[in-house]
């Protein structure tokens, strides 16, 4: 594999059942670039990412995953986070009757040296972290009283705050306000700046248009093509 690609995923298949959700499917993406997943509802965008997380395991499809030109075989989340990949789900998965902190180290929780669990020092470092990608939501409050919106945008920082090589976001902006959304798109240029790579799941040709580096288009579970940005136009998918 060449190595400018931190990440190619190879002939992947997906079943469920008797429905094909994935078939042969390739992705190939650049290290630091914002990398555009399109296509319409049911074409297998969030079942290929949740393979690339670990949602589903190593096994449960065929094919091959590579990172940074080593084979990743995820047998969960647990896995692929350790990997360097961190992903925000497009249906909203956050424990409602526990903090907002607690939810952004539900994975790993500060301890204290007796050992307890130190909330003041995840409320400290949630602050910062609300901070650097311009969130104002206070950590002490248990994330169900959050709306749709704000619990989407702490799970954006959750990623952020896992030092991820990879975040992948899926139909990020189909629940916020469009001033959340340009306020997500700074923070995702400043994180590419640092290299980070992002898969950025969208059907809205305006934002694959203004974010996006390449984009690679699904259709049925299989790949129709990957285009870079200068031929996104010419290629006629997009006004
Ligand atoms: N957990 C599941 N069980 C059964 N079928 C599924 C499951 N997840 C996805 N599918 C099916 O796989 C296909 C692709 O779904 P999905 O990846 O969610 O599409 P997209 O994100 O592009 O809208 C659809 O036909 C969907 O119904
Ligand atoms: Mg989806």
Do not use: W
């Not at 630091?32 to 290929?48: F, P, Q, R, V």
């Not at 692929?80 to 526990?98: D, F, H, K, P, W």
Request: charged content about 25%; hydrophobic content about 35%.
């Amino acid at each position: 594999m060449a190595e400018e690609y931190i990440l190619e995923m190879r002939k992947i298949t997906k079943r469920f059942g008797n429905v094909t959700a994935l078939e042969d499917m390739d992705i190939r993406v650049k290290k630091g670039e914002l990398h555009a997943i399109c296509g319409e509802n049911g074409a297998g965008k969030s079942t290929l990412m949740k393979i690339l997380h670990g949602y589903h395991p190593y096994g449960s499809y065929e094919g091959e995953i590579y990172l940074d030109g080593k084979p990743l075989r995820s047998a969960d989340t647990a896995d692929s986070q350790r990997a360097g990949i961190a992903m925000v789900y497009q249906e909203i998965n956050c424990l409602g009757t526990l903090t907002v902190s607690e939810n952004i180290y539900s994975s790993k929780m500060l301890y204290n040296r007796f050992g307890l669990v130190d909330y003041r020092a995840m409320h400290r470092a949630c602050s910062r972290i609300f901070e650097s990608v311009g969130l104002d939501i206070n950590p002490r409050e248990r994330m169900g009283r959050l709306g749709a919106s704000q619990q989407q945008l702490v799970l954006f920082a959750k990623a952020v705050k896992e030092n991820a090589k990879i975040i992948i976001l899926d139909e990020p902006t189909s629940s916020i306000t469009k001033a959340e959304a340009n306020n997500m798109m700074r923070v995702i240029q400043k994180l590419k700046g640092e290299g980070i790579t992002f898969l950025y799941i969208s059907h809205k040709l305006d934002e694959i248009m203004e974010l996006a580096d390449s984009c690679t288009i699904i259709r049925d579970g299989r790949s129709i093509g990957c285009l870079r940005r200068e031929n996104l136009r010419s290629a006629g998918l997009f006004p």
